[in-house]
């Protein structure tokens, strides 16, 4: 069966160190211009400098989005940007846009391209065309089956690279100008207020406040309100169809979701790998362990999407906005064992019970005997951005850029509930409030 390599996403620094602790293969992030992620923190160019050292010091490979679709002005600076990345070494630029393909092809031939699924590549003839222009990797489209991905990975000689995990857009990724239109935020300049999954009230002008609503079949007023992607039980049949890479959402997403979502993933493709036999791949069941952690995120619930067969209302979501994270982050061990130190994210007091997050299903459960600031003195508790020393009892082994969490108080953070109260729009805590 084919290797397949763990795609994470990185929006920052940080996040690319949780995403390589837990087991990518490879990141992609975006630089500060050109990046369709305009919400993500994105990096500067020290940053990038920085990523590169530590990931290809790791052996993880760093891919770098320059995916806008470009306006003529733009060029220039687009030019100096891809020179500038072929110099630093990135692994590879992830374009939409056939004139910065073009471009990139010109001034920096050194650097792969792989064509992002923006470029919307649904049939074995534009991936053939593609293949032509000298691009390396594609991304395909969401909208395929497993049919249809397995027939252009036979036909093509170039790597295919798939979607797993993350945020289903409605329209053909991001092709849509709802949130432009509603809010002023362009879903192709990576910024969409997610007003698909909001709930509408149809108004008649002259009864102002007088609402009715707006229903699909009476179960719910969400126009498109679709479950998240998850193929984690099938990705046995992915590796079988020659899929090189497989991707995961979420530049803009949590430590949380990035952490369990990465270690997941590479526990499942670890698995798939070992449990390939002569049979038939859809033959190998994936645990239902993998599933576990995965439902422990906040999520729209799951979809498996196009992958059989069309997706239908039983995909998408018309009960409400998201199914409820059971914890939240609490703590990023700083420096490892034997002298470990935690950059706090909620505040922790001596006798809070804690979980560390290890590499796939290890997960160790303590509790907080004492906290130390960096100068060795005792305090009562750590704030968030506090960095201390933790006593845990039982004592736990600590890696570099793993996780601790906490069981969650509440199933939504109060900037989502009271986003929620203020406008009735649903809002998931991985989207920007406007
Ligand atoms: S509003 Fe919905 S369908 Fe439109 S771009 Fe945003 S997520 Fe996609």
Known sequence: ??????????????????????????????????????????FT??????????????????????????HNQDLDAIRRYLRYLGELGVDAVIV?????????????????????TQANVTNLESALFWQRQGVKRINLARELGIREIRAICAATEMEIEVFVHGALCISYSGRC??????TGRDANKGMCAHPC?????????????????????????????????????????LMDAGVSSVKIEGRTKGIYYLAEVVRTYRAALDYAATHSGSGESSDISMPGRFMDGLSKIGSRGYTENFFDSLPGPKDMLYEGPAVDQTFVPAAIVASASPDPTFKINTVLRPGDRLE??????????????????LEGQPVPQALGGETVRIIPVPEVRFEEYRLIRKKAKKSMPAACKAYQKKTGNDMDEHTMLP
């Open 177 to 182: 100008m709802l949130s432009l239109y509603l």
């Open 96 to 116: 939409s846009d056939p004139g910065v393909f073009s471009l990139s092809r010109r001034v920096a031939p050194q650097i792969p391209v792989h064509l992002s």
């Open 197 to 237: 999954r909001y709930r509408y009230r149809l108004e008649e002008e002259k009864r102002p406040g007088n609402f009715f609503p707006v229903e699909e079949d009476g179960r719910g007023t969400y126009i498109f309100n679709s479950r998240d992607l998850c193929l984690v039980n099938r990705l046995p049949e």
């Open 1 to 42: 069966m084919n290797r397949c390599e763990l795609l994470a996403p990185a929006g920052s620094l940080e996040k690319l160190k949780i995403a390589i602790s837990y087991g990518a293969d490879a990141v992609y992030l975006g630089g500060k211009d050109f990046s369709l992620r305009a919400q993500a923190a994105n």
């Open 356 to 373: 560390y997050m290890g590499k796939g299903f290890e997960t160790s459960r303590f509790t907080v005997k004492e906290i130390f600031n």
């Open 45 to 70: 160019r020290e940053e990038l400098g920085e990523a590169l050292s530590y990931a290809h010091a790791r052996g993880v490979r760093v891919y770098v989005t320059v995916n806008v679709f470009a």
